[in-house]
């Protein structure tokens, strides 16, 4: 046997690489996912915690503290769905299927509310609609001597029509983008065959995506039930407690065993309707390709509707995005709340400390919290759109790599399990898990470590998606022309894998980082006076009843947000020379 | 299992080569090898195995079990898992995709892998320029992939391919993505770029006529094993199954299936050839190719009557498709023929059978 000029590739090395980057990412995901899970279940099972199972389930108190909140939770959830279902569909076929005017512009827009967090809506309704009944300063209406009555101003009403303007943007992206996958040889078949506009509709259009309309459902639904900001700011002071809030009040009081069952609760009530969801749709191998950007698509002509359609949804539009946004700006300058429009200053922004106003505080940009905030606010946010970036990289790879085997369904399934968790839950989970010291392990409470963890790990299904289509871009024949070359690993990462896939991450980095900068139901349990983070703040000066201060903190958010959108979308959708365009 | 030097070693040995995927047998057992400078095209259906023994060629897939050698030297080894890495074997691969890289200019994309061979960069601008103008590019140079049409395309995938002047070349059905008129310009071209090149070269396709015009030898692959293997003529002339006699060959051949009657072979009450034909078998298939079934009573020839199906003309004559009992023929007629379908129509046997096979498919004589 004389191969004398053969490279040997050993079987053992190869092997060893393979399954031990596998394992690593197990073990890691384990800590990130799995751990805090157990230990949240655990820590209800101990004699404190059978006694908060009863106290929260069967006790004169579940009245209070679980079944008025799961009723108004669910009534949130449905409301909403309902409602981001009609405005996110209607935007969606408007924008997706008929010859409406501008419909690239309405689609960004239509897109734009998801950007900015909810609590600038929440802040914004306040801004105008706040009434009397709580005391201390009144909003814009009240101001010019109209009577908001108190359903209009607290409670579920306006939590419902804040949480339908910040969650509508997601359906409609889900929807849009199944309606992109209805080829215009689909609709022409149909016409073809005789059928009328309706029937087309009904017959070929809405079963076609019908799986996208329970997913924006589904999608919609839990991402109500476990917001908090909303809820928070225009419930609590009036005493509508949602599973969020309470879970929050819990919490903070000490009760933390309550806090905990409340926790489990609310993941189930979250993840079981995520479950129906995907239940009602499975059998169909219908999947929405949100990326996908289908061939021709058939546009229907809308007559004399079409401007006033137009109208209609550019004035939806500008009610979700500009005008919070305009509202917030005019308060953060208002001497007075109510008075919007008059007696503007800047005081709010630069001012200095120690004058009459504000209780002598300074304006934002003098005050040290805030800068500190800040630099935290944007230090956790780069350090977790770099990690789960890298890590839905890794994850992205080995799961495609492994296809198949028990390894990679594993993996799979675990990095996908936070999708079922509403976030604040999950901070929960993390304080049963970290919250004391770990043998030799220092409690992890309050530090900026803690925050990471915990962002990270809520944010692994979405850093694994994007690693997926980042992969999925790159197919394998050109990676194999790379390799019989004779190029290495390195020279092939670095030559032909990271040219080709460095926009695709760096735009995946940057959606990680609004998810968090925006972030308030995550941080408002894991946070300290030690790890200040901007969405806290405002928060906090929410409560605290200094509107303006938070109002421009808000600003400052959206600010943040909406650059970093703007930047991923023309990231990903710049034509890059090398693409036809 | 010595190894010889020198040009005496073939070009590319294939011994007894397996594959298997799971429980699933990919390439069977197949025995190949052709001297420096053939063109061996490997064809048959699609899932025959063709593709993954291309592959194990290029060292992308390890084999399962079998030896293959390049110039007498071995670069796999299924038993003892030896494998010469994919980029040290000397081979070049046309994808049937291409896999150009889009974000490197075609000169990029040309100059890439002599980069990594290390070639000088006086060296390389000079080969790139080379390579351009053999393939008849050089006004490309600057462009991107996404930015020249589909034929454009193919002829960079080649070039990057004999850049750096690979003893083998592999093509991986690198003209099925081309409409019909570039196809058959690819092909000359193909042609012109093998010989100028003096590689050996591996072709893998599942056009039959791409593997009649441009091979010098041809293996014939039916779920994973080799049905046949030599010169395309050799093969043509004297299939050694049915699967080979009716894969190959345009227009297709025809196979009429016969009982022993006295001492005939009789399709449908008609004497077709002697008994003897089928050496003492009770039935067998009997091989006609179209140009030996006329249309039209030939006096002395025995004669069936089929229903019209449809006609093509080819170059001055026509090729008429008609059935009988269940079974598709071809035939030829003189001239333009039309007859409305389902019409009866008279088929002549020109001569005897081009050959006899059993029912299973083997070849009797």
Redo the contacts between chains.
């Keep these: 046997m004389s191969a004398v000029t053969t490279s040997v590739l050993s079987r053992r090395g190869f092997l060893r690489s393979e399954t031990l980057v596998p394992i690593v990412l197990i073990l890691i995901v384990s800590v990130l996912v799995i751990a805090p899970l157990v230990k949240i279940v655990l820590s209800t099972l101990t004699v404190e915690g059978r006694d908060a199972w009863q106290a929260v389930l069967a006790s004169k108190m579940s009245e209070n503290l679980w079944w008025r909140p799961l009723w108004n939770t669910i009534l949130l959830g449905v409301g909403v769905a309902a409602g981001c279902i009609l405005m996110g569909g209607f935007l969606a076929w408007l924008v997706m299927l008929t010859d409406v005017p501008a419909p690239k512009t309405l689609g960004l827009l239509a897109t734009m509310p998801f950007m900015i967090p909810s609590f600038a809506a929440a802040l914004a309704w306040g801004a105008l609609f706040r009434n009397s009944r709580l005391g201390g300063s009144v909003g814009f209406f009240e101001a010019n001597s109209y009577v908001v009555p108190d359903w209009l101003a607290w409670g579920l009403f306006p939590t419902l029509i804040v949480l339908i303007a910040h969650y509508y943007s997601l359906a409609f992206t889900v929807i849009s983008a199944a309606l992109s996958s209805i080829g215009a040889d689909l609709v022409e078949a149909a016409q073809v065959a005789g059928a009328k506009r309706s029937r087309i509709f009904f017959g070929i259009i809405l079963p076609v995506v019908t799986p996208a309309l329970v997913a924006a459902a589904s999608l919609t639904f839990a991402g109500a039930v476990s917001n908090f900001a909303a809820p928070a700011l225009l419930g609590l002071p009036v005493r509508m407690q949602t599973l969020s809030t309470r879970l929050f009040g819990m919490i903070e009081t000490g009760q933390t065993e309550r806090g905990f069952v409340i926790a489990l609760l609310l993941i189930v009530v979250s993840a079981s309707f995520l479950w129906l969801g995907e239940r009602l749709v499975a059998g169909r191998k219908n999947y929405v390709t949100v990326t996908g950007k289908g061939g021709r698509t058939k546009r229907f002509p809308l007559g004399k509707w079409r401007w006033p359609l137009f109208g209609v949804a550019v004035v939806l539009c500008l009610l979700t995005t500009f005008l919070p946004a305009l509202i917030l700006t005019a308060s953060s300058f208002a001497l007075q709340n109510g008075s919007l429009f008059s007696n503007w200053t800047t005081h709010f922004w630069i001012g200095e400390g120690g004058t009459d106003m504000a209780q002598g505080q300074a304006g934002i940009f003098r005050n040290p919290v805030l800068i500190e905030a800040l630099w935290t606010t944007l230090k956790l946010a780069v350090t977790v759109a770099l990690t789960t970036m890298a890590l839905g990289l890794a994850l992205a790879h080995t799961i495609s790599r492994n296809k198949g085997t028990l390894l990679a369904t594993l993996l799979g399934q675990v990095s996908f399990t936070p999708i079922l968790i509403p976030s604040i839950a999950f901070a929960a989970a993390y304080i049963a898990l970290f919250g004391a010291p770990i043998g030799p392990l220092p409690s992890l409470y309050g530090t900026f470590l803690l925050l990471v963890l915990a962002a990270s790990a809520h944010l692994l299904p979405y850093a694994v998606q994007s690693g997926r289509s980042v992969l999925g871009q790159i197919s394998a024949d050109i990676e194999e022309s790379a390799r019989l070359t004779g190029a290495g690993f390195f020279r092939r990462m670095g030559a032909i894998i990271m040219p080709l896939a460095i926009r695709g991450l760096l735009a995946g980095a940057l959606l990680v980082f609004v998810k968090i900068v925006r972030d308030l139901s995550l941080v408002v349990l894991l946070f300290t006076s030690t790890s200040p983070v901007l969405s806290m703040l405002a928060y906090r000066y929410a409560a605290e009843g200094f509107m303006q201060f938070a109002n421009a903190i808000t600003m400052v958010i959206l600010v943040l947000c909406v650059v970093a959108t703007l930047l991923a979308h023309r990231l990903q959708n710049r034509v890059q020379k090398w693409k036809s365009a | 299992?010595?190894?010889t030097n020198g040009s005496s070693a073939p070009a590319i040995a294939i011994r007894n080569i397996t594959k298997r995927f799971g429980g699933f047998t990919a390439v069977d057992n197949v025995d190949i090898a052709v001297p420096q400078g053939a063109f061996l095209v490997l064809v048959g259906p699609s899932g025959c195995g063709k593709s993954t023994l291309l592959r194990m060629l290029?060292?992308?897939e390890t084999p399962s079990e079998g030896e293959m050698a390049f110039m007498g030297?071995?670069?796999s080894?299924g038993t003892?898992?030896?494998?010469?890495?994919?980029?040290?074997r000397d081979?070049?691969?046309v994808?049937q995709?291409y896999?150009l890289?889009?974000?490197?200019t075609v000169a990029g994309n040309i100059e890439?892998?002599l980069k990594?061979?290390k070639w000088s960069k006086a060296d390389r601008a000079a080969r790139v320029d080379e390579v351009l103008g053999l393939l008849g590019i050089s006004a490309l140079k600057e462009r991107?992939?996404?930015?020249i049409s589909g034929g454009q395309q193919q002829r960079v995938a080649i070039a990057?391919t004999i850049g750096?002047k690979p003893s083998i070349l592999l093509l991986d059905e690198p003209l099925s993505n081309l409409d019909a008129k570039l196809r058959i310009e690819m092909r000359s071209e193909l042609m012109r770029i093998h010989r100028a090149t003096g590689a050996t070269s591996v072709y893998v396709t599942h056009d039959q006529v791409e593997a009649m015009t441009m091979a010098s030898h041809v293996a014939v692959l039916n779920n994973g094993r080799v049905e046949q293997f030599g010169a395309p003529l050799e093969l043509l002339e004297n299939p050694r199954t049915t699967f080979v006699a009716t894969f190959l060959g345009t227009p297709p051949a025809n196979l009429i299936e016969v009982r022993k009657s006295g001492d005939g072979l009789v399709y449908e009450g008609l004497r077709l050839a002697d008994a003897s034909r089928a050496e003492a078998r009770e039935d067998a298939q009997l091989l006609y190719r179209a140009h030996d079934l006329m249309v039209g009573e030939v006096p002395g020839r025995p004669a069936i009557t089929a229903r019209f199906e449809e006609a093509a003309p080819i170059a001055g004559r026509t090729m008429v498709t008609a059935f009988s009992g269940g079974r598709r023929l071809t035939a030829m007629a003189d001239g333009y023929f039309r007859a409305a379908i389902g019409d009866p129509i008279r088929l002549s046997f020109l001569n005897e059978p081009s050959a006899v096979f059993a029912m299973t498919g083997e070849r009797i004589n």
């Excluded at chain 2, 890289?101 to 490197?104: A, V």
């Design positions: 299992m010595s190894t290029a060292g992308l030297r071995t670069v080894d003892r898992g030896l494998v010469a890495d994919a980029g040290a081979a070049g691969l994808f995709s896999a890289w889009p974000h490197m890439w892998p990594v061979a991107y992939p996404a930015e990057r750096p």
